[in-house]
C-alpha cells in the first residue's frame, strides 16, 4: 500500500469547513483513498473512501486531485463531536487489512 | 444490530498471566481483524481471519494467538503476558467486496499487564 502524509494537528471554528489534506504522491493506479476518523477512546469510524472522481455522503467530501497524488477530506460544518483523529489510507481493494499511521488531530473549537 | 462488542472492556494482568479476548459481530461479516493502539500512535494489526477456520499474520503478531471457530467470534490470546502487550486492543469486521470493504470497529478493550 503506498504510503500517505498528514499533518499532525488542525484547528477549526465550530460551524466552519474543515478541510484535511492528505499527500500519497506514491499512489497505484488501483489504489483507493479510504478516510476514517477515531473519537477519544473509541474504535476508529469509516467515513469516506473513493478511487479518482470526487465523492460525498452524509458526513463527508472527499476531493481527489487529477494525478491522484493528493486528497482532502472536507467536513463542510465542523462540531464539536467531530473532534477526533482522522487517518488518511490508500490501499487496493480486495486486500483485506488497514494500514493505520498516525493520522491528523482535528480539533474544533467553539 | 449491537455491531462489534468486545469482551472485557478493561482488564488488569501481572506478567505471566494468560487470558483471552472475545471479538463478537452480529452482521455475517466474513473479515475480522485485531489490531492494538499504543499511546499516540496508530493501529496495527496483530492478526486477521478471512473466514470461520482460518487465520493470517499482521503486523506484530508475536506473542499472541487467535482463534475463529465460529464466524462470528474471533478471540485473541494472550499466553504469557508481558508488560509491552499493555496496550488498547480494537476488533473489527468487514464483508468483503470491491465497494463494501469498509471495516466496523468494536469499542476496545483496555489492557494493563504490570
Known amino acids: 500500500d503506498a504510503k500517505t502524509t498528514q499533518p499532525t494537528s488542525m484547528d477549526c471554528a465550530e460551524g466552519r469547513a474543515a478541510n484535511l489534506p492528505c499527500n500519497h504522491s506514491?499512489?497505484?493506479?488501483?489504489?483507493?483513498v479510504y478516510w476514517y476518523r477515531q473519537i477519544h477512546s473509541q474504535g476508529p469510524q469509516y467515513i469516506i473512501h473513493?478511487?479518482?472522481n470526487n465523492e460525498t455522503n452524509e458526513m463527508a467530501s472527499l476531493i481527489i486531485t487529477e494525478d491522484r497524488k493528493s486528497s482532502t477530506l472536507i467536513l463542510p460544518h465542523a462540531t464539536l463531536r467531530d473532534t477526533a483523529v482522522y487517518y488518511c489510507?490508500?490501499?487496493?481493494?480486495?486486500?483485506?487489512?488497514?494500514?493505520f499511521g498516525k493520522g491528523t488531530m482535528l480539533l474544533v473549537s467553539p | 444490530n449491537a455491531g462489534v462488542t468486545q469482551t472485557p472492556k478493561f482488564r488488569v494482568l501481572k506478567t505471566g498471566q494468560s487470558m483471552t479476548l472475545l471479538c463478537a459481530q452480529d452482521?455475517?461479516?466474513?473479515?475480522m481483524y485485531w489490531y492494538r493502539q499504543d499511546p499516540g500512535m496508530g493501529l496495527r494489526l496483530i492478526h486477521y481471519?478471512?473466514?470461520?477456520?482460518?487465520?493470517a499474520k499482521g503486523e506484530v503478531p508475536d506473542g499472541y494467538n487467535v482463534s475463529r471457530l465460529k464466524k462470528q467470534n474471533f478471540l485473541l490470546g494472550l499466553e504469557s503476558a508481558a508488560p509491552s502487550q499493555t496496550s488498547v486492543y480494537f476488533c473489527?469486521?468487514?464483508?468483503?467486496?470491491?465497494?463494501?470493504?469498509?471495516?466496523?470497529f468494536g469499542p476496545g478493550t483496555r489492557l494493563l499487564v504490570l
Open positions: 473489527a469486521s468487514s464483508y468483503p467486496g470491491q465497494f463494501q470493504e469498509t471495516q466496523y
Open positions: 506514491t499512489i497505484s493506479g488501483n489504489e483507493y
Open positions: 473513493g478511487l479518482k
Open positions: 489510507i490508500v490501499r487496493v481493494n480486495g486486500y483485506s487489512t488497514l494500514t
Open positions: 452482521m455475517n461479516h466474513e473479515y
Open positions: 481471519s478471512v473466514g470461520e477456520g482460518t487465520t
